[in-house]
């Protein structure tokens, strides 16, 4: 039988109207810092919750409380889905004598949040590219630390002109069961958050092991974030179901967007391009660079251009955009490493 499960009291009976204009009840994704929230980053459940606008950082969302095994004492013990962390200490049975309500330690934890987010469904006839957007390393303004964002490309295949190009706060990709890619049958929709995608890209620049690790109670992909994803390991704790028994063959970082990345053929391949470019030539104007970062996800049929990313502007106008192999700047040759590092230090999340 169908039954209640007490969440939270918003107030009594008849007390009170609902604002609606004042949040919506939509379909969002939402994450925290070091980590992503719901079903890890891949999840067929959509979360519906009350948000104030389109996108923010201060959502605060029900936990989501399920059985978890017991502890070693013979105490049950129970798993917040919501904001991964388990339940069930003398803490938490105290502060539901005094609350009345079942909350687990990180309820109040602030997420951010993006309502109605853009999906991505792969066709034929277009070339998706996906990238984690990062400060610039090197600008002729003074750069601000900032969260990674999610920067899209689409373009019809053949085509030079670009129908989508710009950054987004996360996004959703269509998934296709007959891919084969999970072992859930659950999953419909990936969703990139900024901390997975920022995570992926470093352990591809940095070489780190990468694999996904499937969780053998819930079937979930397991998601390795923060500290998790510096060191590749063995053992891994599933974030959907509270498991912390999740077994690797070997020691790696785990994400679910390796297996997506990986079902285009040509996202492993590189080329550094011949192209130089000198920004002593453009003195005067203001430029942006960047080490160009590998892709989330390249759906193109050719390689991807790995190199430095450079923007010159002349009275607010873009006079160059594109990849280059080499770039000069007051006489001497930049180094991509180096930049690579200016970038993650002034990323924040």
Known sequence: MAKKIFLRKHCNEGEMEDEAENHSAATAICWAPGRTIGNIAVSSEEVFGSFTNKSGGNAILPCHIVPCGKFRNGADRWYCKTHQIHWGTKADLAAVSESGEVTCSNHLMAMSYVVDPLVIDFSDFEEIGVWCSLPPAMSSKET?????????????????????????????????????????????????????????????????????????????????????????????????????????????????????????????EYIIPDRVLDLDDYKGLDFELWSSTPAVLWTADRPQEKGIHVHVYEKGRRVVDDTFGRVFHEGKELDRKLLWKSMTENTIY
Not at 159 to 170: H, I, S, V
Not at 199 to 215: D, N, Y
Request: hydrophobic residues 30%.
């Open 144 to 268: 601000t630390p900032r969260p990674p964002k999610i920067h899209v490309h689409k373009r019809f295949t053949g085509q030079d002109k670009k129908k989508l190009d710009r950054d987004f706060d996360a996004i959703v990709c269509s998934y296709k069961q007959h891919l084969d890619l999970f072992e859930s049958n659950e999953i419909t929709q990936i969703q990139i958050t900024p901390p997975a995608a920022f995570e992926f890209v470093k352990s591809i620049e940095e070489g780190r092991e990468m694999g996904c690790i499937t969780c053998k109670k819930c079937g979930y992909p397991h998601l390795d974030l923060g500290s998790f994803a510096n060191t590749p390991h063995a053992k891994h704790f599933c974030g959907n179901c509270g498991n912390d028994s999740v077994w690797s063959k070997g020691k790696i970082v785990s994400t679910p967007l390796k297996p997506l990345h990986d079902q285009f053929h040509r996202s492993n």
